[in-house]
């Protein structure tokens, strides 16, 4: 059965040494495998430590970039290079920490939409595959993989879907290179979260489980089964995290339009979430769950 995960966002932003030793007991006690960070600015935490606590609690680890305006893959030669540059960055604490896997929008800053036309899109998706190709590159020669992450249209007008995803890891044409899914995402922008998942194949890296309103999974009009049988079909077998957020980091909150809280705790949102999730893997597939 896959590792189940929960990201710390469902509790603090932003992450720092003191907070994660006391979450990451914490998560662990809530019966959890595995615990998500995240970098949302370098030197807040210190993988080094981060990853001797991860040891002592026994937890599995996995690693979100975040992209807040200003880091962007698409923008000024100077402000691609630095997000280049923190990229790497993720790439060495993942190492550090342990995590096989990066995900997150790693092209575009989240909130950042724009139109374009079929050539302006061909031109912009060349320009995003020339600024990912090293970075990739990296991170193979660190043996972590980057997980793509589509976001739903409100996030980005880039890359929605998992199809437009993996156009950019075909071109980019690097083993390290794959998809992070998020089932809030696809429940707006994919006709079939279950086709999604199916069509990623070997190239998902990472999994990403919460709620239609970005709370608990399972409580909710999501097709879980569907997923559950997807995930199967392709032997997907790294962690399954849940992603939420708190209204805590006001520019974390906002980029995530969290305006009420999800759930009468972060407590109650992780152990129900985790509750469901257990019992829908361990559950026999049904027939016609696609």
Same mark, same amino acid.
């Given at each position: ?51 001797? /606590? @991860?040891?002592?609690? +026994?937890? %599995?680890? =996995? ?7 200003? &880091? ?42 724009? /139109? @374009?036309?079929?050539? +302006?899109? %061909?031109? =912009? ?7 990912? &190709? ?42 390290? /290179? ?113």
């Amino acid at each position: 059965m896959n590792a189940i995960g929960a990201n710390t966002w469902i509790w603090v932003s932003p992450l720092t040494d003191e907070r994660l030793a006391e979450i990451a007991p914490h998560v662990r006690d809530l019966g959890f495998d595995a615990i998500e960070l995240q970098v949302e600015n370098p030197g807040d935490w210190d993988p080094g430590r981060a990853a001797e /606590l @991860l040891q002592e609690h +026994g937890l %599995r680890a =996995t690693l979100c970039a975040v992209m807040p305006p200003g &880091r962007d893959l698409l923008t000024s030669p100077d402000e691609i290079a630095a997000t280049q540059a923190y990229l790497r960055h993720c790439v060495d604490v993942a190492r550090r920490i342990g995590a096989g896997a990066i995900g997150g929008p790693i092209y575009s800053a989240v909130g950042r939409t724009w /139109l @374009l036309d079929a050539d +302006g899109r %061909r031109r =912009t998706i060349a320009r995003l595959v020339e600024a990912l &190709r090293p970075v990739a590159d990296y991170a193979g020669e660190q043996g972590v993989r980057l997980g793509l992450e589509p976001l739903n249209r409100f996030e980005t007008s880039l890359i929605n879907t998992a199809e437009q995803a993996l156009e950019v890891v075909e071109l980019v044409g690097s083993t390290a /290179l794959g998809l992070l899914l998020d089932t809030f995402h696809m429940n707006i922008e994919e006709k079939s979260s279950a086709a999604a998942i199916r069509l990623a194949g070997s190239h998902l890296v990472h999994f990403h489980a919460c709620g239609c309103d970005r709370g608990s999974p399972g409580h909710d009009h999501i097709d879980w089964e569907a997923i559950a049988g997807a995930l199967r079909e392709i032997a997907y077998d790294d962690p399954i995290c849940i992603e939420s957020f708190r209204s805590e980091n006001t520019i974390i909150a906002a980029a995530a339009a969290i305006w009420r809280p999800l759930a009468p705790s972060p407590d109650a949102l992780a152990t129900d979430g985790l509750s469901f999730l257990r019992s829908l893997l361990a559950a026999p597939l049904l027939q016609g769950s696609r």
